[in-house]
């Protein structure tokens, strides 16, 4: 039953899709002829196809996500070959770059989508296994409904607010501290206060807070004990978490708001809110209120993710937040390219854009190669010895991670870099004098001095928060416990001076890596005259967050196959195990 309403939905969505896209299209262009109106055709076919078959799960998927590929490869190869009809008739080679692109990614999404649903690969081939599974279907559904509302709260806009103008001014400083605290804000938080929605604070308020106590049980003896409980304890914490989460979500809306509703934000000595709601108190009142109760809602939106969903909720609305910004930078970097080799002021030609592929790729699989990366520490399990039987003697390893405070390093400096600027920026318009500019140069996005500090902020950090959270005595004491032992180093003092030891050694290089990840987007943007949007995808806070988040629900799903016995991403067989003579 669930199944046949699942697929009158699916079919009824694209029918319907269909319909009012092409009558959509009627009306702008006059033509059913025209790219805009015949790219809605197999959205139109792929749901009647789903309304009178009888399909499996699998099936069902897979024809569903064609029709939208199908609609999406002749929009997007329409308007490429339109490009390429309006550049021969015009004579000249502009806008060539952006035209190829178009047709090339059509080719690209087309193939992509064939090797990895028709053909006999491995990725068909988990996919099956993940069809297979209903419990497992469920948890995925559950989780992408919830990351749709997510996106559909993401522009409910505040009471108010001139969204236009709050645009504008974000636009306008974009280049300055105003506009690169807004986005730097908006990659990690889930959120973005240039639009300021509903949930423009994003889930920053929760993270800060979580990281405010995990902080606090080192320090705190009775978070510390708590925390010794067990459950009970860990879920008292949590509630602390969530009130101080409403404390710092009133104290930041209370300053968003006044700073949106000050004067002098905009030319003419206006606020960024309508002129018949400037200075009111109800309206003051609204936009707190709906900043914090959007970012509770989206602390209950991951919570909920946690327990009935797949993968961990905080980490996905993050994710998601950064990846939607992901074609926009393709976009961009499609209309500034160019096919010759002396690109003109503002354009990105072809050495830059294989530099960029290249480095991507290079960025990609370093962070996943320092995020699964481990130190293992072989554990030898002492001899006992009962009666004529002798007990344990196995050996395993203890893993450590190499990067052990993951993003939580580029996280802090990047917060403390933006304090300089925007000292130097005050001084500078109190004090005009040549040792202030010094300073401001010193202290600007791109420069030695900045790059400089943020390269030993991410050090320190990294060697303060595996401090923090990474306890050698404690493991000592612990293995010493449990009768294991490290071969050659006896149980105590010395197995904790070893650990710690190793841990400095590898949190170096882990910090190493974090420095370079972090610094190679301003480098790039500043040295190859590429925009911050698009270099921003080559490392930093978002691409570690992407990696980390994307490899943890592919662990998941993985281990959700496994436990059934099915093949994962992995291989394996993909039959179930026992069911087969």
């Known amino acids: 039953m669930g199944y046949r309403i699942t697929k009158w939905i699916a079919g009824l969505l694209l029918a319907t899709a269909g319909v009012w896209l092409g009558v959509k299209g009627v009306r702008s262009t006059g033509s059913v002829l025209r790219w805009e109106t015949l790219w809605v055709v197999p959205l139109l076919l792929g749901g009647a196809y789903l309304l009178t078959k009888q399909l499996s799960a699998f099936d069902l998927f897979r024809w569903m996500t064609g029709s939208i590929v199908a609609a999406l490869v002749i929009r997007m190869a329409g308007r490429g070959v339109e490009h390429l009809t309006a550049i021969q008739a015009a004579g000249g080679n502009e806008g060539l770059a952006g035209a190829i692109s178009s047709l090339v990614g059509a080719l690209l999404i087309l193939a992509i989508y064939y090797y990895a649903l028709w053909t006999k690969s491995n990725v068909r081939r988990v996919l099956e296994n993940i069809f297979s599974v209903p419990e497992l279907i469920g948890k995925i559904v559950f989780t992408m409904a919830l990351l749709a509302i997510y996106r559909i709260g993401f522009h409910v806009p505040l009471v108010g607010v001139n969204q236009d103008a709050l645009t504008e001014l974000a636009q306008s400083q974009q280049r300055g501290i105003f506009g690169e605290a807004m986005a730097y804000f908006s990659m990690f938080t889930g959120g973005s206060l240039q639009q300021s929605s509903l949930f423009g604070l994003g889930i920053m308020p929760y993270i800060s807070a979580s990281i405010i106590f995990t902080l606090l049980v080192n320090v705190v003896p009775a978070l510390e004990r708590l925390q010794k409980e067990g459950p009970a304890g860990h879920k008292k914490i949590q509630e602390y978490t969530r009130y101080a989460t409403v404390g710092l979500c009133l104290v930041q809306a209370i300053f968003w708001m006044r700073y949106m509703m000050s004067p002098n934000r905009l030319p003419g000595g206006m606020s960024l809110v309508y002129p018949e709601y400037a200075g009111s108190t109800m309206v003051f ?48 970097l499609a209309s500034k390219a160019s096919f010759s080799l002396t690109a003109s002021a503002g354009g990105i030609g072809m050495e830059k854009i294989l530099f960029l592929a290249a480095s991507f790729v290079f960025v990609v699989a370093g962070a996943i190669l320092i995020t699964q990366g481990q130190r293992r520490i072989p554990i030898q399990q002492a001899k006992q010895t009962r009666g004529r039987r002798t007990y344990g003697g196995q050996r395993h390893y203890m893993p450590l991670r190499v990067n052990h405070g993951g993003v939580m390093p580029i996280i802090f400096a990047s917060s403390l870099m933006i304090f300089p600027g925007v000292l130097t920026r005050w001084a500078i318009s109190r004090w005009p004098n040549e040792f202030t500019r010094t300073l401001e140069w010193m202290f600007s996005n791109g420069s030695y001095m900045h790059t400089l500090f943020y390269i030993g902020l991410i050090f320190f950090f990294a060697y303060f928060w595996t401090t923090v959270n990474f306890r050698p005595k404690d493991m000592a004491d612990q293995l010493r416990d449990m009768g294991h032992f490290i071969p050659g180093l006896r149980p105590g003092k010395r197995t904790a001076d070893y650990l710690e030891r190793v841990m400095e050694r590898i949190t170096y290089c882990g910090a190493a890596f974090l420095a370079v990840i972090a610094v190679l987007p301003t480098v790039v943007a500043t040295k190859m005259d590429i925009p911050f949007e698009i270099s ?46």
Do not use: H
């Not at 209120?289 to 939106?301: D, K, P, Q, R, Y």
């Not at 930093?540 to 592919?554: E, H, K, N, Y």
């Open 536 to 581: 921003a995808f080559l490392g930093g806070t978002g691409l570690l967050i992407m990696v980390s988040v994307t490899l943890d629900l592919v662990q998941r799903i993985e281990a959700n196959l496994v436990m059934r016995n099915y093949g994962g991403f992995l291989g394996g067989s993909s039959r179930i195990k026992g069911a087969y003579a």
């Open 285 to 332: 009142l609204c936009g707190v209120i709906g900043l914090t109760a959007g970012t509770i809602f989206l602390m209950w939106l991951g919570e909920q993710i946690d327990e009935y969903g797949i993968g961990n909720g905080i980490s996905l609305l993050i994710m998601a937040g950064i990846v939607v910004r992901l074609p926009v930078a393709i976009q961009e």
